[in-house]
């Protein structure tokens, strides 16, 4: 099955800087990647995704990049700011049999940004 | 107006009971799911159901009983409750699993402790 490895498991960065989270997969065949974002009390919400024939995807202060070839993607969030604290999931898409698709989720990274 | 909705919020419970949580959507989607998030937040898929019918099913005991009375609707019927029971459980739907790019909406989640 597929493995999604997830790092940091934490990240504390000041306000204004650029936060950088990287995920690895292992199944070749995953071809959708997403991104969640989860506040405390709260379920995940996704905040952006890449395709496998993307290679970088762009929405205001977040983006995320992915290398097909080393199998990671990344996510990046400039000018962080502290209502960007949350935990943060990326995720891994693949057939699990049929036409029926399955989400594998990294073990999360909790992101501290201090005004 | 809630997409996604699960009662009750918090569930506490004494080793050996039986307890339900219920989900509803209303985003008219296909596919519903059922995720487990333990103490360290890691996020995992127990079942998910497309069209009232049962397309994934992990490792889970089969103490765990999903029950889909239509597409709006997933329930979780857990008999014989155990420590390791204790997590969050989280709802979750998409437009379908057949699909490899959909978006999943989570639900607000269930803290489920037992005693």
């Known amino acids: 099955g597929e493995n999604v490895e997830q790092h940091p498991s934490t990240l504390s960065v000041q306000e204004g800087d650029s936060a950088v989270i990287k995920c690895t997969y292992s199944d070749s065949a995953s071809n959708y990647f997403p991104w969640y974002k989860q506040e405390l009390g709260k379920g995940p919400q996704l905040i952006i995704d890449i395709r496998s024939n993307v290679g970088e995807k762009k929405d205001q202060r977040i983006a995320v990049t992915l290398n097909k070839t080393a199998k990671h993607f990344s996510l990046h969030i400039t000018e962080t700011q502290p209502e960007d604290s949350a935990v943060y999931f990326c995720a891994a898409n693949r057939n699990s049999g049929g036409s029926n698709y399955k989400l594998t989720f990294g073990k999360g990274t909790l992101l501290t940004v201090n005004p | 107006d809630t997409a996604v909705s699960q009662t009750p919020k918090y569930l506490v419970t004494q080793m050996g009971n039986d307890k339900s949580i219920k989900c509803e959507q209303n985003l008219g989607h296909d596919t519903m799911y059922w995720y487990k998030q333990d103490s360290k937040k890691f996020l995992k898929i127990m079942f998910s159901y497309n069209n009232k019918e049962l397309i994934i099913n992990e490792t889970v005991p089969n103490r765990f009983s999903p029950k889909s009375p239509d597409k709006a609707h997933l329930n979780l019927h857990i008999n014989s409750l155990e420590l390791g029971d204790s997590a969050v459980y989280f709802c979750?739907?998409?437009?379908?699993?057949?699909?490899?790019?959909?978006?999943?909406?989570f639900g607000p989640g269930t803290r489920l402790t037992v005693l």
């Open positions: 979750a739907s998409s437009q379908d699993v057949q699909g490899a790019y959909n978006e999943q909406f």
